[in-house]
T-cell receptor, first 106, second 116 residues
């Protein structure tokens, strides 16, 4: 079992829709969870992190954490074509999933 | 504030040759990370330094990879000898000291390695 698992996609949503990205992890003792965005040919950049169960909102982004289910998700509201990228989930900041490729179609 | 610097940006070598990458973290950042990102995969942590001490090198293939961070600032990552499967982007990242914005790491532009 991989330490961090993500659906590789690609996930395609129309402009203005909500994109939902999911991630599961195997280490029940993990305490910190991160979402990064990576444009093609570029380095990852941090979108947000979450430590506590529940939701955390930052602009159009909402991270959701459920430690009992070992599940973390990222919602992107009002998706824009500029959101098209690969989204990486990371546990304890340094253990990354393979990423989900998101395409937002105009 | 200057970001994480890496060089070279691109490198092409033949298998069995050696190669070295250099990283200069953001000034004042105590923690430095080296990642390997193979196409289509997420970054894989190779080694994490806290100042000039190693925190985690559990995924570093020590038979061919080595890394050092002398004086707790710059770092070099070396591969000797290289294999075809080492073709990847090597990312360096750094994060601030504990007690500050510690849960954020800043990535450099990466070094793209192609092994022929």
């Amino acid at each position: 079992q991989k330490e961090v698992e993500q659906n590789s996609g690609p996930l395609s949503v129309p402009e203005g829709a909500i994109a939902s990205l999911n991630c599961t992890y195997s280490d029940r003792g993990s305490q910190s969870f991160f979402w990064y965005r990576q444009y093609s040919g570029k380095s990852p950049e941090l979108i947000m992190f979450i430590y506590s169960n529940g939701d955390k909102e930052d602009g159009r982004f909402t991270a959701q954490l459920n430690k009992a289910s070992q599940y973390v998700s990222l919602l992107i509201r009002d998706s824009q074509p500029s959101d098209s990228a690969t989204y990486l989930c990371a546990v304890r900041m340094v253990r990354f999933g393979a990423g989900t490729r998101l395409t937002v179609k105009p | 504030e200057a970001g994480v610097a890496q060089s070279p940006r691109y490198k092409i070598i033949e298998k069995r040759q050696s190669v070295a990458f250099w990283c200069n973290p953001i000034s004042g950042h105590a923690t430095l990370y080296w990642y390997q990102q193979i196409l289509g995969q997420g970054p894989k942590l190779l080694i994490q330094f806290q100042n000039n001490g190693v925190v985690d090198d559990s995924q570093l293939p020590k038979d061919r990879f080595s890394a050092e961070r002398l004086k707790g600032v710059d770092s070099t990552l070396k591969i000797q000898p290289a294999k075809l499967e080492d073709s990847a982007v090597y990312l360096c990242a750094s994060s601030p000291p504990t007690g500050t914005d510690q849960e954020t790491q800043y990535f450099g532009p990466g070094t793209r390695l192609l092994v022929l």
